[in-house]
């Protein structure tokens, strides 16, 4: 999940014990993980621990109390969201023993079949939804999380070969502050949104942690490209049927894309979900990384961009149909979020198949 490190998202039978001190924690330290998602392969304990267990705070402070010593982690390709890839790990008590050849070789192959499955749910949810034949404006990205050391070299490059050489540098620069301001602080983060050489916003999730030993032994800083409305509103109940809060969150996605455009309050989304207000906003932000807000912004921005790039209806038209309050703040809004006006944007996405006159448009 976007959020800048390691989530448990399906955690079964797992209980609070274990999420959220993983969540808020030690994720940090899950070495296995980071090691199978980075090399793109299973991998053993002694892999990554060749030291032993005892001197890692993940097993010494987290698994201990449950007795276990032995872990296989084996990369799973995006199993939630696209560009955000994710491990599946197994572990066994002492008594156990250690894992054998065919163990790994099973955890392997029970990963890669989630991966083929959620591929396939996924092109199929898209394929019959209003984001079938994705439009050529939709930003795409084949990884979305970038992971920089204190000494600006990528630890995951992922995103860096999508984006162009502006949107690099800028993270770049970026990257030199939040090390700079980090001082004693454990981590910190927000959104930011960097223009690439077109123009075109591209939003982040930053977040710069002081230490992260899983990756590194100094500061880290993660960014993570934000999914796009496609993206949130492919998301069902029943990619999180483990994980039973997550699970009473994603309606409401779908809710505030239905009703968005006669602006549904923070209350009445909540009661639809059957949760306080409080309480809603506090754990959407929390698990899914974006806050109600945003998410209702982010319908209206797509839907907008759809009817601007038709070119067939007036600007004060499009402001209402996608609820508004009036052509001003539509502009402010649209420009808050893309970096440019909506007029702008029309000529801009009319040329989106010749990106060298659209830069020399820019210059002008």
């Known amino acids: 999940m976007p959020r800048g490190g390691l989530q448990i998202v399906q955690p079964s039978h797992l209980g609070e014990r274990w999420v959220k001190p993983y969540l808020t924690e030690f994720h940090v330290y899950d070495s296995a993980a980071w ?3 980075i090399d793109d392969r299973a991998v053993r304990r002694d892999e990554v621990w060749p030291e032993g267990v005892e001197q890692s705070r993940f097993f010494r ?3 201990d109390g449950s007795k276990l010593r032995h872990v296989i982690s084996a990369p799973v390709k ?3 969201l696209p560009g955000y890839d994710g491990a599946i790990s197994v572990y066994s008590r002492t008594e156990q023993g250690a894992f054998t050849d065919a163990d790994i070789k099973a955890v392997a192959d029970a990963a890669s079949q989630i991966s083929r499955a959620a591929a396939t749910a996924r092109s199929s949810r898209i394929s019959h939804g209003e984001c079938a034949n994705p439009p050529s404006w939709m930003q795409k990205a084949n990884c979305r999380l970038t992971v920089l050391s204190a000494a600006l070299k990528p630890i995951i490059a992922g995103g860096l070969a999508s984006f162009d050489e502006r949107i690099v540098d800028q993270l770049n620069q970026d990257a030199r502050h939040r090390i700079q301001r980090l001082g004693n602080e454990p981590m910190s983060s927000d959104r930011i949104s960097i223009a690439d050489s077109r123009g075109q916003f591209w939003v982040f999730r930053a977040v710069a942690y002081r230490s992260y030993p899983a990756l590194s032994t100094g500061p880290v800083i993660f960014y993570s490209l934000l999914p796009s409305y496609c993206d949130w509103i492919s998301l069902r109940a029943a990619d999180f049927s483990a994980d039973a809060e997550i699970t009473r969150l994603v309606p409401a996605m779908q809710f505030m894309s239905e009703n968005f455009r006669r602006g549904p309050t923070l209350g009445e989304i909540a009661k639809h979900v059957h949760l306080s207000p409080f309480h809603f906003h506090r754990r959407f932000t929390e698990l899914l990384g974006i806050t109600p807000k945003h998410f209702l912004l982010e319908c209206q921005i797509f839907h907008t961009k759809r009817l601007l790039f ?6 004060a038209e499009i402001s209402k149909i996608c609820g508004f309050a009036h052509q001003s703040h539509f502009t402010s809004r649209f420009k808050q979020f ?9 000529k801009m996405s009319s040329r989106s198949d010749d990106p ?3 830069k020399a448009e820019m210059s002008h």
Do not use: C, K
């Open 35 to 37: 090691r199978a998602i």
């Open 61 to 63: 402070d987290f698994l």
């Open 78 to 80: 995006s199993p939630i």
């Open 310 to 315: 038709g070119r067939e209806t007036e600007l």
């Open 338 to 346: 893309t970096g440019l006006t909506p007029t702008r944007w029309r």
């Open 356 to 358: 060298a006159r659209s």
